[in-house]
């Protein structure tokens, strides 16, 4: 079995919104039964919301897995994309898994590629919520896909960082 590369997973959301604070509540469940192997090279970062700086700031060698609530997915359905069909997903058919927050995942994706030379591998892993009101607290639905939510961010945590890095950007 080879070595894990590192993953940096950004955990986006505010849990005094609503469903907006899935992925907090989500990856706090999650972090205590991954592997050891798997924490060994594991980087956590909250953010809020998800900002080009983010993405920027990734060493080359390192996979990012971004977990958030959002908008256009049925409330508890999840979702997982790889970061690199993001951007031509939402340029083709309009974002399907967007983030509540004001840029789309995916052009926040493109712009960091493009900036740094090189695509981003990873995953983006999205719980649909309805709720981002002020106020504590996961809306039914949100709470009955945690499982789901938890299960699909692990998967892509394993995967991401047993894959090999991808190459830089042709052009």
Do not use: K, W
Not at 26 to 50: H, M, N, Q
Not at 68 to 84: E, K, N, Q, S, Y
Not at 126 to 151: C, K, N, S, Y
């Amino acid at each position: 079995m080879t070595t894990p590369r590192p993953v940096r997973l950004l955990v986006c959301g505010n849990t005094e919104r609503g469903d907006d604070g899935a992925a907090r509540v989500a990856v706090t469940g999650l972090l205590p039964g991954l592997p050891a192997r798997l924490l060994a090279d594991l980087d956590v970062r909250p953010c809020e919301s998800l900002q080009l700086e983010d993405l920027l700031e990734l060493p080359a060698d390192c996979a990012c897995v971004i977990v958030d609530a959002a908008l256009g997915v049925i409330p508890g359905m999840v979702v997982t994309i790889a970061l690199t069909d993001v951007p031509a997903r939402d340029a083709r058919t309009g974002p399907v898994a967007r983030s509540s927050h004001v840029l789309p995942i995916g052009q926040i994706v493109a712009m960091a590629e493009v900036m740094r030379g090189r695509r981003i591998d990873g995953y983006l892993v999205a719980i649909g919520g309805d709720t981002f009101g002020f106020g504590p607290g996961l809306g039914q639905h949100v709470r009955a896909g945690l499982p789901a939510f938890e299960a699909a961010i692990e998967a892509a945590l394993i995967d991401a960082a047993t894959a090999p890095a991808l190459a830089g950007i042709e052009g």
